[in-house]
């Protein structure tokens, strides 16, 4: 049975995490990161990865993690969607951590690699684009070629390089491995070109396995993705209540006003729509579930346009304020609609909903 519930652990899991952000990546920080050359925080990352242990909360403690599982995890990218923290959580200790794990069974390179990506001692991405979407044909023929739009590609050691003769470990201080940074719609996600010429890495698996082992990373992801948009989305919704109580128009809140009360209201149903199927998502991937990736579709065939509504009305409801640059509103509306199209966009999910519902009809 799904349990959409959060359990004890994961609460003070919660608070922790949200404890340490608001330390370290407050609004003005994150304002002054983000117009800066470095929107990543290494700093931050080694907070979240090695001091705090997130980094391998998937991973197995033979395998050097803490043995946790993807309930957790989405309790921790609910608290990193609500901060837009620009740490490399999704890109690293999921998608390419969860690809790795597919292998680490059968490869001893790969075992390596997420020892260290658990220990925080190695950032890695799968080099794709951050568009590319369970099943996504490869982007490369060969370790020859360009890639571009790959989330975190500045900030990783390690790319994961799928191609047709399999998945290779390729480091980007290698010979013939260029990373070039590009100009996000979302700052606090840098996007980033990868050119291959002729570069050279280690296989960690060929064929099925390989494409199995992408497959199972990409899926994980984009489960995990809503959690993401979730906590952007409850942040939008508590900031947008907060402002409309304190703000006063014709000597009373404008929240009192029956037509924001309504959309407010409207944007809080959807809101608690979106736990249901974001939490639903985790549980199947925690679970190993045979539904899992009818529950990751309708996840993300959801979520993702609730995060952009919340957004949205954020943005609106604040008035002027909301259109300025001091203000993280537009952080979240550019987060919400740079993870629309994240791992696959929501009218290509409804598709995959609607293709597995069929195969299951009678």
């Known amino acids: 049975m799904t349990d959409l519930l959060y359990s ?31 929107p990543y925080d290494p700093q ?5 990865a090695s001091e705090m242990g997130l980094a391998g909360l998937l991973v197995p403690e033979e395998l050097g993690g803490q043995g946790a599982g993807h309930r957790e995890v989405a309790v921790v990218l609910e608290e990193l969607g609500r901060a ?29 690699l997420v020892g ?41 050691q390690v790319l994961l390089v799928p191609t047709p003769e399999g998945l290779y470990a390729v480091e980007t201080s290698a010979p013939g491995v260029t990373v070039e940074a590009l100009t996000p719609l979302d700052l606090t996600r840098p996007l980033a070109a990868v050119t291959f010429d002729g570069a050279s890495g280690t296989l960690l698996a060929d064929g099925a396995k390989a494409e199995a082992a992408v497959r199972r990373g990409l899926l994980a992801g984009a489960g ?31 929240g009192g006003f029956q037509a924001l009360k ?23 991937l925690a679970t190993g579930s045979p539904e899992t990736a009818l529950a990751v579709a309708v996840a993300q065939a959801y979520c993702g346009r609730v995060a952009v509504h919340a957004a949205e009305e954020c943005v609106q409801l604040h ?19 740079s993870d629309a199209i994240a791992l696959g966009s929501a009218g290509l999910h409804r598709d995959t909903v609607a293709e597995l519902v069929d195969l299951q009809a009678p």
């Open 8 to 38: 004890e652990t994961e609460e003070d899991l919660r608070s922790a995490v949200r404890s340490l952000l608001s330390d370290r990546s407050d609004t003005p920080s994150l304002l002054a990161r983000v117009e800066s050359d470095t």
């Open 116 to 156: 260290d990506l658990a220990a925080g001692r190695t950032v890695a991405v799968l080099a794709v684009p951050l568009s590319a979407a369970p099943g996504a044909p490869v982007p490369l023929t060969a370790l020859t070629g360009r890639v571009t739009g790959v989330a975190d590609a500045a900030a990783a």
């Open 319 to 337: 008035g002027g304020i909301g259109m300025t640059w001091e203000h993280p509103a537009h952080l979240y509306l550019k987060r919400a609609k």
């Open 84 to 112: 837009v923290a620009p740490a490399p959580y999704l890109t690293s200790a999921v998608v390419a951590t969860e690809t790795l794990l597919a292998l680490a069974g059968e490869s001893a390179d790969a075992a390596a």
């Open 224 to 254: 995990l993705l809503a959690s993401e948009q979730l906590g952007l989305a409850e942040w939008c919704l508590e900031e947008t209540v907060r402002h409309t109580r304190e703000r006063h128009q014709f000597n009373r809140p404008v």
């Open 262 to 284: 309504h959309r407010m209201a409207q944007l809080w149903l959807e809101v608690v729509s979106a736990r249901a199927a974001a939490r639903n998502a985790a549980d199947a």
């Open 44 to 48: 931050l990352w080694k907070s979240l």
